[in-house]
């Protein structure tokens, strides 16, 4: 019974159409729901999104059909299948200023999954610990040492009781 509650919440039949609610966007194009907001808020500067239909409570719902021709024309302006970043893969965006390019990044989560390895798990101030002996600050090592994080994860709960 649950699920149906859950369902209704997403889509719902309303005056004969299918209405879908920004959580049922958010899980049908992938996009964080701060971008979902953001189409939303920018809609009147982007013809191309749908008005709201309907609102039960506080779910604001939009035609189905309206938003799946919003999110093909999304994603032939923007390039991509699934939101991510937003970005079309290869377009620079991530060595811009002068950051670290991809292979920087990997090598920064290679290090942190090592110190967590070392370790024994994650702990608080390890960005920081690995800014001080890798140089950077440690809001670069921040995004590194979350990616080594969900692997180290991933490998304690493949192998339990075992070290790697």
């Known amino acids: 019974m649950m699920?149906?509650?859950?369902?209704?919440?997403?889509?719902?039949l309303y005056e004969g159409q299918l209405v879908v609610s920004r959580a049922w966007i958010?899980?049908?194009?992938?996009?964080?729901?701060?971008?979902?907001?953001?189409?939303?808020?920018?809609?009147?500067r982007r013809p191309e999104h749908p008005e709201p239909v309907c609102t039960a409570g506080r779910t604001i719902y939009?035609?189905?059909?309206?938003?799946?021709?919003?999110?093909?024309?999304?994603?032939e302006d923007v390039g991509t299948a699934q939101i991510g970043s937003g970005?079309?893969?290869?377009?620079?965006?991530?060595?811009?200023?002068?950051?670290?390019g991809r292979e920087q990044r990997e090598g920064a989560v290679t290090v942190a999954l090592d110190a967590l390895r070392r370790t024994g798990g994650h702990r608080r101030g390890l960005?920081?610990?690995?800014?001080?002996e890798r140089s950077g600050v440690d809001r670069s090592w921040q995004r590194p040492v979350n990616e080594a994080r969900v692997a180290y994860?991933?490998?304690?709960?493949?192998?339990?009781?075992t070290s790697p």
């Open 87 to 100: 970005r079309r893969p290869g377009d620079g965006q991530g060595t811009r200023g002068g950051g670290p």
């Open 3 to 12: 699920k149906a509650v859950e369902d209704e919440r997403l889509r719902r």
């Open 153 to 161: 994860e991933r490998e304690q709960s493949a192998e339990p009781g």
């Open 127 to 132: 960005a920081a610990e690995l800014a001080r």
């Open 62 to 75: 939009f035609d189905q059909q309206a938003v799946e021709a919003f999110w093909a024309t999304w994603q």
């Open 26 to 44: 958010i899980q049908y194009t992938g996009a964080a729901a701060s971008t979902v907001a953001r189409w939303y808020a920018e809609r009147g």
